[in-house]
């Protein structure tokens, strides 16, 4: 079991940056691939980025290649997004979620069996 709670949402102009969090409780965190996805109003939820247990792979959506990263602290149980150059198109719900298996088609939602609640970044243009 896994428990996950995201912050660090906001109202930002474009241009700026904001660095969103996930606290993670659960005996399982560390061995974990983690995610995070967003979702716009009226659209499907989209993947963003995704990394290993160990941090040493990691992947991005081409939309946000080049201006966000992900990282994660396994002693902390944490996991962070990074995000620089937003555009408006960037304001959605970000939910962080712990991938169900290993490092295996990780930008498929249905492979994500825990969610947090999800934090709002909104970026004005």
């Known amino acids: 079991q896994v428990q996950l709670v995201e912050s660090g949402g906001g109202l930002v102009q474009a241009g700026g940056s904001l660095r969103l969090s996930c606290a993670a409780s659960g005996r399982t965190f560390s061995s974990s691939v983690m995610g995070w996805f967003r979702q716009a109003p009226g659209k499907e939820r989209e993947f963003v980025a995704a990394?290993?247990?160990?941090?040493?792979?990691?992947s991005y959506a081409d939309s946000v290649k080049g201006r966000f990263t992900i990282s994660r602290d396994n002693a902390k149980n944490t996991v962070s997004l990074q995000m620089n150059s937003l555009k408006s198109e960037d304001t959605a719900v970000y939910y962080c979620?712990?991938?169900?298996?290993?490092?295996?088609?990780?930008?498929?939602?249905?492979?994500?069996?825990?969610w947090g609640q999800g934090t709002q970044v909104t970026v004005s243009s």
């Open positions: 979620a712990a991938h169900r298996f290993g490092w295996t088609e990780v930008t498929t939602r249905d492979n994500y069996n825990y």
């Open positions: 990394i290993s247990w160990p941090g040493s792979r990691t």
